[in-house]
């Protein structure tokens, strides 16, 4: 990007040492996993691998974001960032010469492109708000004008009109760019959901396709990276349009993500598509679709050491079979799934699989259970997914706690579904999900006819309040 091109001009990375070290004798994908276990020790959830610990000790990121300040120092306590071989942040942002020059009269430059704003911050575009602060590449990788141009700033690409020069050389900078977005994007949805970030983070997807296509690299494995962050990237956006009731546009999106692994050799991107795709048939009614899919995702993921990976793909039959009605088929492919995830984490478990954790299992046994048409249990489970949610993840704790009072309205406990969706209503000031909102409106439709029971006329109307308040946004 050319703001991140200009800062490697200015501060051109140096080797983290003292991360080096820390390290010891442990692989970077050892070690990434123990990063991971460690975030989940104290309910935070990192996208970290082999790459980004290289990233780390090459220098390349100077200071971690803040999800990762608070793993690293629980994992090597009376430690500073700077111990850790890291610059202070206040460095990094610039904010300390910004002061300093603001102090003694200096005016900043104007920058060459629209100022960015977080989407969720009202449009201020000096919000501090958390998800403000949580990376400086956030703002670059969501710009709230819809062209082409900026888009490709907020990437970092370069990409002048739209369209990338011929022979344009692709390395780092491009390609990081790329990977950041998606996990920009990651982060943004595990917290808010999808309809608010739909329309800003295709932006980015087509400056990345558009390396693709007019991009040179003189290595192969940055092409190879380019391919895979590409179609992460492909799969991200096309999840955000899953999850937004866009599911034309969603199928789109994981058919490019397909393709883009079948061109670039890569059997874990392949397997993420087929994944993704899985999901999108069984939740627009095609079951036999999803039990396919999710059957070649499984025979192209036994390329991938990865048992949670095989286990999310047994979850994804196992929701096809129950949409089928086959009970057998269903609890055949639960049984795997819980096999491979009792063998647990690996060093080479996908990135993008991070929230697939304990809550994320029961949560998806109980979509399996309700519509095999067993509510009871279905609510079993949902109570245990929304227990075992870590309450910062805004919007899988209202997905989890949507679907707990969808099956109990159907199970019969109308009093305790009304006081669940009062929590989900409660969460729905901070989270964007057609999804969820679909999800709570087929819940007051089950529970009108049960208006006496307790709770339950007030839940309908703070529901109706909402809609209503949705509708005039």
Known sequence: ?????????????????????????????????????????????????????????????????????????????????????????????????????????????????????????????????????????????????????????????????????????????????VEEAVRRIRLLDDRHGGDGLYRRAAQPLKAAYALLDAGTWSRRSTADRLHAGAGELALSVGWLAHDSGRFDDARSHYAEALATARVAGDPALEAHAFCNTSFLARDAGRYREAVRTAQAGRQVARQVASPRLLSLLALREAGGWAGLGDRTGCEQSLARAHAHFAQGAAPDDPEWMSFFAEPELEALQAQCWAALGDFTRAAHHARRAAALQDHRFTRNLALYRAELAADLARAGAPDEAAAAGEQVLALLGDVRSSRIRTMLADTARVLAPHRRAEGVAAFLDHHASATRRVARA
Do not use: K, W
């Not at 990434?32 to 790459?51: H, K, N, P, W, Y």
């Not at 009109?161 to 390395?171: C, D, E, F, T």
């Open 1 to 177: 990007m050319a703001s991140s091109s200009q800062a490697s001009r200015a501060h051109p990375p140096h080797p983290n040492l003292a991360f080096r070290r820390l390290r010891g004798s442990r692989s970077p994908g050892e070690f990434a996993t123990a990063v991971r276990r460690a975030a989940r020790e104290i309910g935070e959830q990192v996208s970290c691998d082999a790459r980004y610990i290289g990233r780390v000790e090459a220098g390349e990121i100077r200071c971690p974001n803040y999800a990762y300040e608070r793993v690293f120092l629980h994992m090597f306590p009376g430690l500073t960032l700077t111990d850790l071989g890291f610059t202070a942040r206040e460095d990094v942002r610039g904010r300390g010469r910004r002061a300093a020059s603001e102090a003694s009269g200096a005016r900043r430059p104007a920058s060459p492109f629209p100022q960015p704003c977080c989407p969720f911050d009202g449009g201020r575009p000096n919000s501090h708000s958390d998800i403000d602060e949580e990376s400086d590449v956030l703002r670059r990788a969501f710009m709230t004008s819809g062209s082409a141009t900026v888009a490709a700033a907020s990437l970092g690409l370069g990409l002048g009109s739209g369209s990338v020069p011929a022979q344009r050389r692709v390395g780092e900078a491009e390609v990081g760019a």
